[in-house]
């Protein structure tokens, strides 16, 4: 038998017959590697102990202290685990396809009844049961027929479709673990004592559509989490719970700040409260835009088709577009129109009006503009994934030279702006060329080494995100951490030299020639929607006092201080304080608590003493201790806390 060099991470090489696994690879450098031995990488491929190597490669053993292939192996495990399960608990139980998430896994099935939460218990044990057994997982490579006919004897439709759906060419696996059999492609572990018993979780049964296709079965998705120890999975499970205590939607009822209705899916139905939020933060964004040069603009919620074929949307976006049609009076045909889902091209014809010249440029245009993107129902999430939003987007018609000037302004700009609601750090990740995408390599080539240089002429060096630029150029996406620990991607800022080149967008350069200029897209916060989603679960819905919508309550503690009680609040309102009475025949503890649900910053209580000594007792959110303070002295605090950021 011929014979492979085998290179290991410290440099030093050993042959091997061909077709050794790595399973004999780390028996021949130690008993205890070979024991504590759960895969390999195999010249970068994540490779099962199994598995022959038939040329040289390098090669490096993984054990459990290995944190990415080790928690991949245990999830995708559990998944398998899960299933033999399933079927052993309620034998007739359809499988079909499991695989791994960001924190765990889920199995598909195709069964009946309900699974009921009860079961997920009975699961687990049945898990545990089979990873106690530490029965051997081994693998074989089958030909197509062989592997159809085996799922179509078993009556496994589902994997008689995926092997179907297997490439020509490519190896189709199987997997046993103990008995039980499964369609993979790897790698697994050894064996199932190998998995950690007290560090998974099964968390919740929903539906799913085979492929997601709502023509095909309904099928019952059971999901779990899993971690390589104990202490893993309880903190992620604490983290869960937080989460769940600042989820915007919960939130949003308890503050009446907004609802969602089936009627119109993915659009929000603003309430009071809510849009004193929204409408206090565009006003923010609006101040900080006209001090940083842009000038706003309002552009059409719908234009005609032609645009969007003109732009190159038409062909790369229409599926998230919403089509309008129209019988036009007189017309042969119907006018064929789509709602906005973002406004660059419309910025491109404000800026094509009138001759434009050099000196003019850069052109920082902004819109609070309002759009509306399908996305399917299963992706919407409370206000933070909806299909109408308003963006704070910016487009800045710029020359080449200007790039990294206009780069560096926006960080700036952006950091600023940040700081201002609370986040006093940013990760920028830079995205570049797509797979489907407008425009020549040689164009891409230009702006993403421009977007590049300019990005790090700004003292900012970015991570690298391949492959998830525009599709009409590359692009740096600003991600912020919340309080516990989430990552949102928020802000961005992209060169597009494609766009001004299909619509036709030109200046006139100091040579009196005509110029493609730059499109700079930028955006700060995204959406309002969804960074009022983010400002309310960073804050557990405690939100800074200048953009809380109900600052303070003045409660009285007994009638007889009603009429001090409004003198208060108009006083607080004349100050600029968004203020309001309670003067209910409630008790003050009563009060107190609804207050605190609603999240409102500040309840003044005032009773008989108040009145007398012209006071107020304040009680901060979350804070059991009182103090108390003239009048005079508590507006002008309260004064100054309502005031924004940027006007202080």
């Known amino acids: 038998m011929s014979q492979i060099t085998l290179t290991f991470p410290d440099g030093n090489s050993r042959s091997y017959d061909r077709g050794v696994t790595p399973a004999e690879v780390a028996g021949s450098i130690s008993k205890s590697l070979s024991k504590k031995a759960i895969s390999a990488q195999v010249d970068g491929a994540h490779w099962d102990l199994q598995w022959p190597i038939e040329a040289d490669a390098a090669i490096a053993i993984n054990t459990m202290q290995d944190a990415d292939p080790a928690l991949e192996l245990i999830r995708h495990d559990l998944a398998h685990v899960m299933a033999r399960a399933v079927q052993d608990i309620w034998p007739g139980t359809k499988v079909t396809i499991g695989p791994v998430t960001e924190h765990g896994w889920f199995y598909d099935f195709d069964r009946e009844a309900p699974f009921t939460p009860e079961d997920l218990g009975t699961i687990e ?137 089936p009627e119109a899916p993915g659009q929000v139905f603003w309430h009071p409260n809510g849009w004193t939020i929204y409408t206090a933060l565009q006003d923010y964004m609006r101040r900080a835009q006209r001090r940083g040069g842009y000038v706003e603009v309002n552009t059409p919620q719908v234009v005609d088709r032609k645009l969007w074929e003109a732009s190159g949307h038409w062909e790369k976006y229409q599926e998230h577009m919403f089509i309008v049609e129209v019988d036009e009076e007189h017309a042969r045909e119907k006018a064929v129109n789509a709602l906005k889902p973002m406004n660059c091209p ?157 619509l036709d967008a030109s200046y006139v350069g100091a040579d009196g020639e005509k110029h493609r200029p730059v499109m700079l897209h930028r955006a700060c916060l995204g959406s309002f929607e969804r960074f009022i989603g983010i400002l309310i679960e960073e804050h557990s819905g405690r939100l800074p006092f200048w953009i809380a919508p109900r600052q303070v309550v003045v409660a009285a503690i007994t009638s007889e201080a009603d009429d001090y009680v409004q003198e208060v609040v108009a006083a ?72 924004p950021p940027d006007l202080r």
Request: charged residues 30%.
């Open 572 to 643: 607080l309102k004349k100050a600029g304080v968004r203020a309001e009475a309670d003067v209910r025949n409630e008790k003050i503890n009563y009060k107190v608590r609804e207050h605190s649900v609603g999240k409102v910053p500040v309840i003044l209580a005032v009773g008989h003493r108040e009145v007398e000594e012209r006071t107020v007792t304040v009680r901060r959110l979350g804070e059991k201790q009182t103090s108390v303070l003239p009048l005079d002295e508590a507006l002008a605090a309260f004064a100054l806390d309502a005031t």
């Open 125 to 261: 044990a049945r898990m545990k049961e089979i990873i106690n057994a530490r029965e051997p997982v081994r693998t074989e490579i089958w030909e197509r027929d062989r592997a159809r006919a085996f799922y179509e004897k078993s009556g496994e439709g589902y994997k008689v479709e995926l092997v179907d759906r297997i490439p020509e060419g490519a190896p189709i696996r199987m997997y046993w673990h103990g008995d039980w059999q499964d369609l993979c492609r790897g790698p697994h572990l050894q064996n199932t004592g190998q998995l950690p018993a007290d560090s998974f979780k099964l968390m919740g049964v929903s539906g799913a559509y085979w492929f997601g296709d709502t023509s095909r079965p309904m099928l019952q998705r059971i999901s779990g989490v899993a971690f390589r120890n104990r202490d893993d999975l309880k903190a992620y499970l604490t983290f869960l719970e937080e989460a769940a205590k600042r989820d915007h939607r919960k939130l949003g009822r308890e503050m009446d700040l907004f609802h969602l209705q």
């Open 346 to 502: 419309c910025h491109v014809e404000i800026f094509k009006v009138g001759l434009k010249s050099y000196r003019d440029l850069p052109l920082r245009m902004a819109e609070f503009g309002s759009c509306a993107r399908y996305e399917p129902s299963g992706a919407l999430h409370g206000i933070m994934r909806v299909r109408g939003f308003t963006q704070d987007d910016a487009h800045i018609f710029a020359t080449e030279e200007q790039i990294a000037s206009e780069c560096k302004k926006f960080i700036d700009f952006l950091s600023a702006v940040y700081k201002d609601l609370g986040f006093e750090e940013f990760r920028v990740l830079f995205s570049d060329r797509p797979d489907t995408r407008a425009g020549s390599d040689a164009v891409w080539d230009k702006a993403e080494s421009a977007l590049l240089d300019a990005t790090r002429a700004a003292g900012v060096e970015p991570e690298m995100n391949p492959g998830e630029g525009a599709f009409y150029g590359p692009k740096l996406e600003f991600s912020l951490t919340d309080a516990i620990g989430r990552v949102w991607q928020c802000g961005t800022f992209q060169v597009d030299f494609v766009l001004p080149e299909r």
